[in-house]
């Protein structure tokens, strides 16, 4: 009864993780096509919660990485398996929640990753955790996919510019606007196959840990695809706008056809790591396309905020790995598998998550602010060429 | 790259990642393009100019192997992962 009470709590939980993980994520599918106004900003996040649901459901892959190649799943089935996971949903949470508060376009596979580390750590040793996985499977693929996505989409940028020139200003960002809704679209559904499964992957670990599943043969149930996908699209259409918001606006100034190229070049990256089981980070793989776009058209970009994201996700893994450790030592004061200590830390994260939120609330940033629809394809190409046009919130 | 003796980049698979965003990315820019300009000598979006019968067909004909290109392209990528083992 107690073991079933904690996984009760920790698919809570993981399932607030997820709703997280839209609000904070997802939205970044549809950050430039806000910011070139080729979406209104609720239209944008609805359908990118509506593929978000749909790409849920088309792979597994990243799920069985973060089930079964971050840590060893021997230790997650022992008796305080659970609580090192709930460890780990608490760091992430948080993490995502402080990063958010910021305005940071943080990872949020980082930060379950790292809670999953941290909290494993704090456990039972270091021995617990596949530091070769880590390096293989998520850190080296997270370098290389911002670099690879960003020189892409400065070539597409710098493509798309060469066809401007013969298409005209009107018609080439006009039509690229088109584009961008497709794009999008592309972009959200890469990144239901791939986000909505990190999530799957934690619940799946849990369920391993109580003899739900086994390791050896691995499989996410239904029930855990519907409520994963249905958290992370709610999440989705919520808004994350403080994110939408630097990443549209703050990292460069963006035109319908970088939108497009960035967008481009960023679901074709999560598509092909996804693919290969790599559970990448969407956020990082955009800002990569976002500055790439910039780069393409050799304009300002403001690496402060790009160094800024960039020192956010060094400390991800470092950072949500030390609050899932903490979480970890506050639940072990309670004894292992003790429904108390469980309460006690989802309590916890509860107030800061709390606190986090009333804290944002006072620099809030809603879809109004961000709404650029009304901007026509002539303002965007006097914008680009230094006239005056109503800027949405950068602050 | 090594770690401890094991290798911790799939280089092949990093490469064929960098095909694909190479093709996804950068190529469907220049075929979205081309698809846009197609549309322009058919006369599609552009009402002010006066275009000929030749020119239509020929913006059409570009226009709808530029779309089915992309088109296809995504569909690709759906399948691909759609087909990826577990």
């Given amino acids: 009864m107690g073991s079933t009470l904690i996984l009760v709590i920790m698919v809570a939980t ?29 239209v944008a996040v609805i359908m990118s919660g509506c593929l978000n649901f749909l790409g849920a459901f088309i792979s597994i892959s990243v799920a069985a990485t973060i089930a079964t190649g971050v840590v060893d799943p021997s230790v997650t089935s022992t008796a305080g398996g659970l609580e090192i996971v709930l460890a780990a949903l608490t760091g992430a949470i948080i993490w995502n929640l402080t990063t958010w508060c910021l305005s940071i376009p943080s990872s949020s596979s980082h ?98 840990s109580t003899g739900h599943i086994s390791a050896a043969h691995f499989y996410v149930p239904l029930w855990v695809k519907f409520v994963c996908a249905g958290a992370i699209s709610l999440g989705t259409v919520t808004g994350g706008w403080r994110i939408i918001n630097t990443m549209g606006n703050r990292i460069t100034s963006i035109e319908s056809p970088q939108g497009f190229a960035a967008e481009a070049a960023s679901g074709s990256v999560i598509l092909a790591s996804s693919y290969y089981g790599y559970p990448l980070s969407t956020t990082q793989v955009v800002s990569g396309g976002v500055t790439g776009a910039g780069i393409g058209k050799k304009q300002p970009v403001h690496w402060a905020v790009f160094g800024q994201m960039v020192s956010a996700w060094i400390l991800t893994i470092p950072g949500a790995g030390i609050v899932a450790a903490g979480a970890w030592e506050i639940a072990d004061i309670f004894g292992q598998n003790s429904k108390v200590g469980c309460i006690v830390i989802v309590a916890i994260t509860i107030v800061i998550a709390a606190v986090l939120w009333t804290i944002a609330q006072r620099s809030a940033i809603g879809a109004k602010d961000l709404d650029r629809t009304n901007v026509t394809p002539e303002q965007e190409a006097a914008r680009a060429a230094g006239g005056d046009v109503a800027s949405p919130a950068v602050a | 790259m090594l770690l401890f003796g094991d290798p911790i980049i799939d280089w092949s698979a990093i490469l064929k990642i960098v095909i694909a965003a190479l093709i996804g990315g950068s190529a469907i820019v220049i075929v979205y393009g081309f698809l846009l300009l197609g549309l322009k000598y058919a006369g599609v979006g552009d009402p002010g100019q006066t275009h000929t019968e030749r020119s239509k067909m020929t913006g059409y004909a570009i226009a709808t192997i530029c779309a089915i290109v992309v088109i296809g392209v995504i569909a690709l990528g759906i399948y691909a992962i759609i087909q990826k083992p577990s």
């Fill in chain 1, 14 to 42: 993981a399932v607030a993780f997820d709703f997280t993980n839209g609000f904070h994520d997802t939205a970044n599918a549809v950050a430039t096509s806000i910011a070139t106004g080729a979406l209104k900003p609720m």
């Fill in chain 1, 111 to 208: 930060a379950i990753i790292g809670g999953l580390v941290g909290a494993a750590v704090a456990a039972v040793g270091s021995h617990a955790v596949s530091f070769h996985g880590i390096m293989e499977k998520v850190v080296a693929p997270a370098v290389l996919a911002v670099l690879i996505c960003g020189a892409v989409a400065a070539i597409g940028t710098f493509a798309a510019y060469v066809m401007v020139r013969r298409l005209g200003d009107r018609q080439a960002r006009t039509g690229y606007r088109y584009g961008q809704i497709g794009s999008a679209a592309l972009v959200s559904l890469a990144h239901g196959t791939n986000d909505a499964q990190k999530t799957m992957g934690i619940i799946a670990l849990a369920l391993i």
